[in-house]
């Protein structure tokens, strides 16, 4: 069996590193948050446009949850506490959860 060059070597590494997990970001339907409230959410914190967002919301009001968008761990983490944050603020039980893609 033939010995890998260095090259090879660290070309397999960097391929192993580069296939970064993804998770989705889903915001889950409650009888108690506004539709307005979510559209915010969406356009503030996951940067949607208002009609993008307004799909979105129909979606997670019509199905029960919907995709807000796909991050690394550490940013999909920081989007659910922003979440959290704001609902908590503004009174609403709105929650946020994460699943790999």
Do not use: W
């Not at 539709?35 to 969406?42: A, N, W």
């Not at 807000?68 to 609403?92: D, H, P, S, W």
């Amino acid at each position: 069996m033939a010995q890998k060059t260095d090259n090879e070597v660290a070309f397999e590494s960097l391929e192993e590193t580069s296939e970064v997990k993804r998770y989705k970001v889903v915001l889950l339907n409650d009888d108690f948050t506004s539709m307005d409230f979510v559209v915010e959410i969406l356009m503030e914190l996951f940067g949607h446009p208002l009609d993008r967002a307004i799909n979105i919301m129909l979606n997670i009001h019509r199905e029960g949850r919907g995709i807000c968008g796909v991050f690394t761990y550490e940013i999909a983490e920081t989007k659910i506490a922003q979440v959290r944050q704001r609902a908590l603020e503004n009174e609403y039980p709105l929650k946020a959860i994460m699943e790999e893609e």
